[in-house]
């Protein structure tokens, strides 16, 4: 496994390859890798003669600052499980390779996708997101580019950059995968201590629920049952809990008016903030 700290020899090794005829697939992180993310990596592999896996905690993307601070650094064993994993390349740019000029996010019209959700609730969050995964496709121009669904509104917008800039790279929607309890992986739950670990399968739980009894409820009494799922056990506070049109995050008033419907919630627990979704249909 090599590791490329720079942007130049990034772009230069993906032609390289490119130009002998070699597909590439490529993996944006940012680090405190887990299991999903070696799904990713995984499926990059089956797919692609050679994966690079990205490490950049992207300072633009964060609305809140203490979120940057305490988000969780663990080089050491990221690199470790990436090697075991069997990553070709490692991109792992500073902050000036990535923003040489000026710290700060690109300008970005993603329409309503941008003004429901994480956009409505994370101010700027996807305009710094789509800044930093252009740049990183300008340095790793791939044939295919791999994401996770549990970052479902991420997944749809990146697709929609792709498409405004005419880019030539697949966006590979991955599965999310699960703690054996139900909890979605994240590099959040590092963050979460031994007690609210063991309660926050209950977002996974409910969410699951709403998938049943979306037969019988309406979209009002399913927002209700969740919220008093959620807010009857402490200290998890529902953030939001949304269904919405799984194609374009169009808010569903009357789930058979739609042809894929998804459930999205976010949940803060202990100052952590859980983020899950759930297909309907
Ligand atoms: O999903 C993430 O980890 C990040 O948002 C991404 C896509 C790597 C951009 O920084």
Known sequence: MEIIR?????????????????????????????????????QSKTENDF???????NPTQFNNPEDLINYPRTIDSDLEKLETAGCDFVFLPSVDEMYP????????NFG??????????????????ATVVKRLFEAVPSHKAYFGMKDYQQLLIIKE???????DIKIVPVSIVREADG?????????????????????????KQVVTLAKQLSVEELKQFVNEQINQKPPMVLEYFELADGADLQPVTN?????????????????????????IF
């Open 6 to 42: 720079s942007f130049l020899r990034m772009q230069e090794k993906t032609a390289s390859i490119k130009n002998a005829g070699q597909t590439i697939g490529f993996v944006p992180t940012m680090g405190a890798l887990h299991l999903g993310h070696l799904a990713l990596l995984e």
């Open 51 to 57: 994966s690079v896996v990205s490490i950049f905690v």
């Open 101 to 108: 000029t000026e710290v700060v996010s690109e300008k970005w």
């Open 112 to 129: 309503f996708l941008e003004m429901v959700m994480e956009g409505k609730n994370r101010p700027g969050h996807f305009q710094g997101v």
């Open 161 to 167: 950059m792709v498409k405004q800039l005419g880019l």
């Open 183 to 207: 909890l979605a992986m994240s590099s959040r739950n590092l963050r979460l201590s031994a007690k609210n670990r063991q309660i926050a399968p209950h977002i996974y739980q409910t969410i």
């Open 255 to 279: 789930i058979v008016d739609h042809q894929s419907v998804m459930a999205f919630i976010v949940v803060d627990l202990g100052g952590v903030r859980l983020i899950d979704n759930i297909s």
